[in-house]
């Protein structure tokens, strides 16, 4: 090549971007670190907050399952816990704890529950008033709760020393045959029913059509060039195949997300439950204990889908963001302050008493002003969300519509303080699931649209 043409393709370069033009903006330098931490309560232990036998043994343990994110502002973590709830103040104290030992704040942790029901609740101020009255009901041991953010806040800031650079994110997404139905379903006059359980023995139930569910896994995974660090794995469903008879278990989900974790060792596997307040295995489970790892095998199988779908792009923007979420205290018969209050010292039920104690806890959390976080991890052609408690799975699929341009990766079991979050159609046809486990009044579904819209397209 002659001098000259060199000196041509010199200035070609040069002014290959005008001087006008803005200047383009930086790629994200993220990092991303892994942690898994076992959260196993003790035996004597209570299970889904007093609602069904204390711990008697462990089938398999239970653990807390997560990453940070850094390099955009304040570290991001996401955990996800084999719990059954996290609520008000003991959700608080997790964060919190979290937040400090890596030097963030609590809004930027990212907490969901996996909502498996031999597990623990937490609801620190619950577990006090059942305490300060005397209750025989029990929802948590307080200090467990402590004793276990104290560790996986260690375990979270270890982590750290061993941080991989992030350059792509994954997305794909794994169709699970034969898991997930709707509790809401019509039978063969048309007439609309909610009792299709977790666990369901009447035929007729579970042949009935599979209603409104989100079929699909979705994976969303974090690469460094061509080597995978972690994914979550998000499904709508329920997890529990067979519950209350004393013996911990992460459950069908859990045992599939373990099964995984051996195939991909250096690949961390998160698996979070989406929105599934309505969503359970009962068209699938008739409750047999032989049911559980056949349950297990389809999720198993759909987050291998989901993995052999995936398509890596590169980073090019990354964002969080979160906004306040305001729910309305239930008034309905039984809810207003005075009665819980009378149900807690009266109830001759312990679960009833502690029914009565996470009402009033809830209460208390609205009483103070304190919202909901909404918290919404973004990277343009893919988001994470969170959103609170057990709310149904038509919102998940409302999230998907909001951005569809974007793979849209939604967990529930966040916030867990309102119980069932329904949309207006279940009050109307009288869900009998929201007699006692739901501690918000009709309108959330306004409420939460409005969230999701601004949410999704800021």
């Known amino acids: 090549m002659t001098p000259t043409r060199r000196q041509a393709l010199g200035t070609l370069g040069v002014m290959a971007v005008p001087a006008w033009l803005p200047a383009a903006e930086p790629k994200p330098q993220l990092r991303l670190s892994t942690f898994t931490v076992e959260v196993t309560?003790?035996?004597?232990?209570?299970?889904?907050?007093?609602?069904?036998?204390?711990?008697?043994?462990?089938?398999?343990?239970?653990?807390?399952?997560?990453?940070?994110?850094?390099?955009?502002?304040?570290?991001?973590?996401?955990?996800?816990?084999?719990?059954?709830?996290?609520?008000?103040?003991?959700?608080?104290?997790?964060?919190?704890?979290?937040?400090q030992a890596v030097a963030t704040d609590p809004v930027r942790v990212m907490l969901t529950a996996l909502h498996q029901h031999d597990a623990p609740i937490a609801d620190k101020e619950a577990q006090q008033l059942l305490e300060q009255h005397g209750a025989k009901g029990a929802i948590c041991d307080n200090a467990f709760v402590a004793e276990t953010a104290k560790r996986l806040a260690a375990a979270v800031a270890k982590a750290q020393q061993h941080a991989q650079p992030v350059t792509h994110i994954g997305t794909g997404k794994g169709r699970v045959e034969g898991v997930a139905s709707n509790r809401r379903y019509l039978d063969e006059a048309g007439k609309v029913h909610y009792n299709r359980m977790s666990a369901t023995r009447d035929p007729k139930i579970r042949e009935a059509e599979e209603g409104d569910i989100d079929p699909f896994v979705h994976a969303l995974s974090f690469w460094n060039g061509d080597t995978p660090l972690a994914v979550i794995n998000a499904y709508a469903t329920h997890p529990m195949s067979y519950y209350g008879r004393g013996g911990v278990t992460s459950d069908f989900v859990g045992l599939a997300r373990k099964r995984r974790q051996v195939d991909t060792p250096d690949v961390l596997q998160m698996y979070v439950s989406g929105c599934s307040g309505n969503v359970t295995a009962g068209k699938y489970n008739t409750g047999a204990t032989e049911n559980r790892p056949i349950l297990a095998d389809r999720i198993y199988k759909g987050i291998v889908a989901a993995w052999n779908d995936t398509k890596k792009t590169p980073i090019t923007q990354a964002a969080f963001r979160s906004l306040s979420l305001k729910l309305p205290v239930r008034t309905s018969k039984g809810f207003a302050r005075d009665e819980l209050l009378h149900r807690l010292k009266t109830d001759p039920r312990p679960f009833g008493q502690c029914l009565a104690a996470l009402g009033l806890s809830w209460q208390q959390r609205v009483a103070a002003g304190q919202p909901i976080d909404l918290p919404i991890l973004d990277f343009g052609s893919a988001v994470l969300l969170i959103l609170p408690a057990e709310i149904y799975v038509e919102f998940q699929l409302l999230a998907q519509k909001l951005r569809p341009a974007s793979f849209v990766v939604v967990a529930g079991y966040g916030e867990c303080g309102p119980g069932y979050i329904p949309i207006e159609r279940a009050w109307k046809e009288n869900d009998g699931n929201l007699s006692d486990w739901s501690w918000v009044d009709p309108g959330c579904e306004a409420i939460v649209t409005d969230a999701l819209k601004q949410a999704l397209n800021p």
Do not use: Q
């Open 41 to 99: 309560p003790p035996i004597g232990h209570p299970c889904m907050g007093g609602g069904v036998t204390p711990v008697k043994e462990i089938l398999d343990p239970l653990y807390a399952v997560g990453f940070t994110l850094t390099g955009m502002g304040k570290p991001i973590v996401s955990v996800a816990m084999d719990w059954c709830e996290i609520r008000n103040g003991s959700y608080d104290l997790i964060r919190k704890t979290i937040a």
